[in-house]
């Protein structure tokens, strides 16, 4: 069955950095675009980033353009987010997306950016 699972969140200081990383399984994932999105409590999930199969391409909301870096390692079935100046309103849930025949998520991994 398809898993998604994230992992690397934590707590750190305003300008901190973390990297998160999701893997995957159940599927052929480097046949797949993935996503990283974050859920903040009280808010609406929001899109962060989003990655080309082959990882050639990759996009990014304008919250986190340039402090935040997708990446994917097809060989490992891992996708990742590198986290860089990190800043209090970047404190959210961070979940792993994949649309394959349907949606799938991952359960999320906690970042709190705070002093």
């Known amino acids: 069955q398809v898993q998604l699972v994230e992992s690397g969140g934590g707590w750190v200081q305003p300008g901190g950095s973390l990297r998160l990383s999701c893997a995957a399984s159940g599927f052929t994932f480097g046949n797949y675009a993935m996503r990283w999105y974050r859920q903040a409590p009280g808010k609406q999930r929001e899109w962060v980033a989003s990655i080309s199969s082959t990882g050639d391409t990759s996009n990014y909301a304008d919250s986190v353009k340039g402090r935040f870096t997708i990446s994917r390692d097809n060989a490992k079935n891992t996708m990742y987010l590198q986290m860089n100046s990190l800043k209090p309103e970047d404190t959210a849930v961070y979940l792993c997306?994949?649309?394959?025949?349907?949606?799938?998520w991952g359960q999320g991994t906690q970042v709190t950016v705070s002093s």
């Open positions: 997306f994949a649309r394959l025949y349907r949606d799938y």
